[in-house]
């Protein structure tokens, strides 16, 4: 068999020639969580409960358009995607109906990706379950499957949907959208989907559990989706190199100790949060006080209670609905019209009294109490097993990327069947404190994760005071989260599947001046992290083909989009500011018999970048915005921070990667590695080495040992510029400094400096 394009060795990904390779990519694209035609994103009420006609044909994006996008993508030092589709993408139709023609599209949007040597893996996304609960993933016919009526969702407050929220979808709060996972909706379909056999042993549909009926469809959805890619024959191992098994796992309602009480792991509550069982009263017409929460700059925090009155409005099916539409043939026992979980004698509809609190809390196998580990390694790893052999039937090779609940802990299957030495930990892991403030705060942060796991005596204790104990924190706790993947999961390489900030800071401050000096410092802050974590890559979240300034991702008022057709495209360094640039250049002979084989570069070029010559590189966007405002940065750089993002990276090392680093601040990129052997002539270590911080005549190269060259190859319409180093055996180190700029102003942290001194002196609670 020929060598695999990208094989597991231990804790590192190699290729054919042994290098070990680090993932630097993208999670592409995030307009594919909702409809190509019609047109239907999260703020677009038309048509939206119309789930059954529509097409993602066009997702990611058209054809005619992949060239300049992964021409981007290249250009920007990206050798990795994490391609989002979603199931209902799939099989949106009905049950079993799958559409061929997006099946289509996406081969030969693979293909594309292929031709610019990307690796691919798949990710069959979900979000809150359903555009039509408020997120991303299964078609709407699973919503009617489990027996809900998707049109009184907000009323009962079962799911906040943006697309029919009150007075208008402009209005949605943001990030309140993740509170769903904490909803009736969400937290029954996912105790259907994971534990339906052992909790609602009543919902047959079709002869089986809807645990097993729902189950099966996704999985064999997704392998359907792979026996196409196999049988297009030019895909598998070549470009798509894996598949990750779910995005964003929840557990619902299995563990819950208590149905009438917020459970003590809950971590964020936002607008009105209701207990489990006020969700189920709620959910059935009931009216109810609930508590409400904000979200300020120490996490959740109560605000008062509002009164949630459906006026007997239920979440529920009729009585009257006609539940042959999709063909399948719902249990009498199952009833419409009713929760079902007071079917199953959670609850008392007579006098609305809760009967059995702990009815999740205990496995109702072995009695044995549940809570998220017991839930991951029972009902989450059960789903992975089914998953995992369904797409190795069809793709013998793929590695599979096991995503288990964000920030719980992993799966305990280190020494056991399941330490499957082609997987990979795929983990996600955000700043959440400036994702849900859309505030970039230079005064402090808190170590959330070290809350999570119980590392402080007081939470006060996980704050950390100043930009580099930011940095540092950040940095680890994704090196936290890695060491425990190897204690738990065993020797497998970890990425970090999703991380990124939200460029709508400070309401939308940079887009009306041009100054992305927050999103730049908190960009930064998010790669020396994980240039620290010792992790083996990450997928940045994300780039959004079609983002603008108005609605941002056009899904949820999320902004996250590394671009924008709203900003200026980052400009490649401009030859009559620089100078000439050769196509080719070295410091020392490529002959390893020469005496200057061992030489480092002196840079004796003197021409300078400043931000008076910078607007002369600047060139117009490639792509012109298709909805939104008009730019507002026609005259003044708006380069979406794209300085802090697009950074040199390790791309192959021979050898092993010991660590590496961008400073962004002095433009100095180092890199140390220990090598078994002399680096072949065929294979040397590559690092992607950008052109805006690297222009060649600004370049200074210093190795402790071996020859290097800088090379520019053409990528499409732009360029990519490496270097290749050849090195001896040892530990060998490299540092190159490149176009020092004027760092950008800080904003002013006057407020952020009162509001801690405040918090201190009143011991804040931390998320």
């Excluded at 691919?120 to 809900?148: E, K, L, N």
């Excluded at 013998?396 to 930990?425: R, W, Y």
């Excluded at 204690?487 to 401050?509: Q, R």
């Amino acid at each position: 068999m020929a060598s695999l394009r990208l094989r597991i060795e231990g804790s590192t990904f190699r290729d054919p020639q042994n290098r070990e390779v680090t993932l630097r990519g993208i999670n592409v694209d995030a307009g594919a969580k909702y409809p190509k035609q019609p047109d239907i994103p999260s703020y677009i009420s038309e048509k939206f409960y119309d789930g059954d006609n529509v097409s993602f044909v066009g997702r990611p994006f058209e054809l005619k358009d992949a060239h300049t996008h992964f021409t981007r993508l290249k250009r920007w030092g990206y050798n990795h995607i994490r391609y989002i589709f979603t199931w209902e993408a799939l099989e949106h139709s009905g049950p079993g109906k799958y559409d061929e023609d997006f099946i289509k599209h996406t081969i030969e949007v693979l293909r594309i990706a292929k031709s610019y040597g990307f690796y691919v893996y798949m990710d069959p996304h979900q979000d809150v379950w359903s555009r039509h609960s408020g997120g991303s993933g299964a078609p709407m016919w699973t919503i009617y499957a489990a027996g809900f009526n998707p049109r009184n969702f907000n009323v009962t407050q079962a799911a906040l949907v943006q697309n029919t929220y009150l007075p208008d979808p402009a209005s949605f709060p943001k990030m309140i959208w993740s509170t769903n996972y904490t909803r009736l909706v969400c937290q029954t379909i996912f105790t259907l989907f994971w534990a339906g056999k052992d909790f609602a042993p009543k919902a047959i549909i079709d002869g089986k559990n809807i645990q097993d009926y729902l189950q099966d469809h996704y999985i064999n959805a997704c392998k359907h989706l792979a026996t196409r890619i196999h049988e297009a024959g030019d895909l598998e191992d070549e470009v798509v190199i894996g598949w990750e098994n779910m995005n964003e796992v929840n557990r619902g309602l299995v563990g819950i100790q208590d149905l009438s009480v917020i459970p003590p792991e809950q971590q964020l509550q936002l607008g009105t949060s209701p207990t489990a069982f006020q969700g189920m009263l709620t959910g059935s017409g009931r009216a109810c006080e609930i508590n409400t929460w904000g979200f300020g700059n120490f996490g959740p925090y109560q605000i008062g209670r509002e009164l949630v009155d459906p006026k007997g409005t239920i979440a529920w099916l009729s009585t009257d609905y006609d539940d042959s539409s999709y063909g399948w043939k719902r249990d009498p026992q199952w009833k419409l019209g009713e929760c079902l979980w007071a079917q199953h004698g959670v609850w008392d509809t007579s006098n609305d009294t809760l009967l059995k609190k702990d009815y999740f809390a205990n496995d109702p196998q072995t009695g044995k109490k549940l809570d998220y580990e017991g839930f991951t390694n029972k009902y989450f790893m059960a789903h992975y097993r089914n998953f995992k052999n369904a797409i190795r039937t069809i793709h013998s090779n793929a590695i599979m990327f096991c995503q288990p609940a964000v920030l719980e802990l992993p799966p305990s299957i280190k020494g056991t069947e399941d330490d499957d030495p082609n997987m990979v930990h795929a983990a996600h892991q955000y700043d959440g404190l400036t994702l849900m403030t859309k505030h970039w705060n230079r005064v402090y942060n808190v170590d959330v994760v070290g809350v999570i796991r119980g590392k402080y005596l007081s939470p006060i204790f996980a704050i950390k005071i100043g930009e580099t104990a930011i940095r540092n924190c950040l940095r680890d706790q994704l090196r936290f989260l890695r060491n425990e993947s190897f204690d738990y999961m065993g020797i497998h390489p970890m990425i970090f599947s999703e991380l990124g900030i939200p460029y709508d800071m400070d309401n939308k401050h940079a887009y009306k001046t041009g100054d992305y000096s927050s999103q730049t410092a908190a960009m930064d802050a998010n790669h020396f992290a994980i240039e620290g974590s010792g992790s083996n890559g990450f997928s940045l979240w994300c780039y959004t083909s079609e983002n603008c300034h108005q609605w941002g991702d056009r899904w949820n008022g999320e902004d996250l989009s590394i671009f924008s057709t709203d900003d200026l495209e980052f400009p490649p360094p401009n030859p009559s500011v620089l100078g000439e640039l050769p196509q080719n250049q070295s410091t020392t002979s490529l002959d390893r018999n020469s005496p200057t084989f061992s030489l480092s570069r002196s840079n004796t070029a003197t021409t300078q970048v400043s931000p008076e010559n910078l607007k002369k590189a600047i060139p117009q966007p490639s792509i012109a915005p298709t909805s939104g405002p008009t730019s507002e940065l026609t005259d003044k750089p708006g380069f979406r921070a794209a300085e802090a993002f697009v950074r040199p990276s390790p791309v192959l090392t021979h050898g092993s990667l010991k660590q590496y680093g961008f400073d962004l601040h002095n433009c100095v990129f180092t890199l140390s590695l220990s090598a078994d052997s002399a680096t072949p002539e065929d294979a040397p270590s590559i690092i992607y080495l950008p052109e805006w911080h690297y222009p060649k005549l600004h370049t200074e190269v210093t190795v402790s040992g071996g020859k290097w060259v800088i090379d520019v190859q053409q990528v499409g319409s732009g360029t990519l510029q490496t270097l290749k180093w050849w090195h001896a055996e040892g530990d060998q180190n490299i540092k190159i400094q490149g176009a020092k700029r004027k760092a950008a102003t800080a904003p002013d942290t006057s407020e952020d400096e009162g509001y801690l001194e405040q918090c201190q002196r009143n011991s804040c609670s931390v998320m």
